[in-house]
């Protein structure tokens, strides 16, 4: 398989020639099916560039199915293990993907809702401004224990609040959009605003990123500009054409660390270290006092095994202990216990773990 390269072909044709479980990640951006039946005029009188192109048209809905259950199957197979795959699509498929991708074993993680701030309007008014479109995001299997979710940097790239379903972005216009003659080349050209917080989100630098239907190579220059690699399969020569233009003049992103390119360390990344380790290194010390929730009067001592004792007897993990304080099933007790410091001030026991492994 070759790495950072344009297959040009059927989807279907180059993906049985592709090795098993040989990508990381998958974007897909399937014809839409739009069933457009007739030209589209602004009131000035003036023809809508709408999405006519032969690629989108299917004879029936059973049509559809069998081509979207075909690379569905197909994509699959290539897929890692510990993959996942993004498809995009509007009202008039993504319902009819997202069964197909159930039925074929996939397990849905998400569906995000892209919120288009400047959609085209609805120039005939007898509907709402179809404003949205919709991404599913879903893993291969829903056995499946490891597949790669960049939470911290999400939650960086939203000015450190939680990352939501909803995103907020513009669609392609202005210099990023591909043109030929002076008119737009490909129809659904996606912004790259989209594909940013896609490849941020779901994959690491050098993960290698699929997308069956490149178009003019969106998912390419954004995976160029990250770090990653991709895998292009487009088979109008034009868009292949144009995408390989695009993607050559992108910088590649040489001599950067991970953390540049968007790899950020998370808990749930980190090595395991059990409360234990804390006596160990002698960042705590048997007999010292840890208060649950910042609250004094909520104290429980250290004991040498790296349990807590309560003043009334009671022992337990840190977890187990701060789920008797607060009354509920369970707790992360490394959130919730404090020590206090040289200073005297209360700071998380979390702190110290990190410490531990910062070194």
């Known amino acids: 398989m070759l790495l950072d390269h344009i297959y040009r072909g059927d989807s279907l044709e180059v993906l049985e020639t592709l090795p098993e479980r040989s990508v990381d990640l998958i974007f897909a951006d399937p014809p839409y099916n739009l069933q457009l039946r007739s030209e589209l005029w602004r009131p000035n009188q003036t023809r809508v560039d709408a999405v006519d192109d032969e690629w989108d048209k299917f004879a029936s809905f059973a049509e559809y199915d069998t081509f979207t259950r075909a690379w569905l199957t197909a994509c699959r197979r290539v897929l890692k293990d510990s993959g996942a795959i993004w498809v995009i699509g509007s009202y008039h498929n993504i319902y009819r993907v997202g069964s197909i991708m159930q039925d074929l074993g996939y397990w849905i993680l998400n569906d995000v809702v892209w919120v288009k701030t400047n959609p085209m309007p609805n ?3 007898v509907r709402f401004t179809n404003a949205h479109e919709t991404l599913l995001w879903c893993k291969k299997s829903r056995d499946q224990k490891k597949y790669t979710f960049n939470y911290a940097a999400m939650k960086a790239l939203n000015d450190d609040k939680q990352m939501r379903s909803d995103w907020e972005l513009a669609i392609c216009t202005g210099a990023e959009r591909v043109t030929a003659q002076g008119e737009k080349l490909h129809t659904t050209q996606k912004p790259e605003a989209l594909l940013y917080r896609v490849l941020l989100a779901s994959t690491n ?3 290698v990123v699929l997308d069956p239907f490149f178009g003019t190579g969106t998912t390419g220059a954004v995976a160029k500009r990250l770090g990653r690699r991709f895998v292009g399969i487009e088979r109008e020569e034009r868009y292949a054409e144009a995408a390989q233009s695009r993607i050559d003049a992108v910088s590649p992103a040489e001599g950067l660390d991970d953390a540049a390119l968007g790899k950020v360390a998370s808990r749930r990344s980190a090595p395991r270290l059990p409360f234990a380790a804390l006596m160990e290194s002698g960042v705590l010390l048997p007999g010292q006092s840890l208060y649950f929730n910042r609250k004094r009067d909520m104290a429980a001592t250290v004991l040498a095994d790296g349990s807590l ?3 009334d007897g009671t022992r337990g993990s840190i977890h187990r202990i701060g789920a008797t304080l607060m009354g509920a ?4 007790g490394w959130d919730h216990w404090y020590f206090e410091d040289p ?11 990190e410490q531990i492994r910062g070194g």
Not at 329 to 332: E, G, H, I, W
Not at 343 to 350: F, K, M, P, Q, T
């Open 309 to 311: 004792r309560l003043p």
């Open 123 to 125: 120039f005939r008014g």
């Open 205 to 207: 630098p050098g993960d």
């Open 329 to 332: 099933p369970s707790c992360n």
């Open 343 to 353: 200073s005297g001030n209360l700071r998380v026991i979390d702190d110290l773990r």
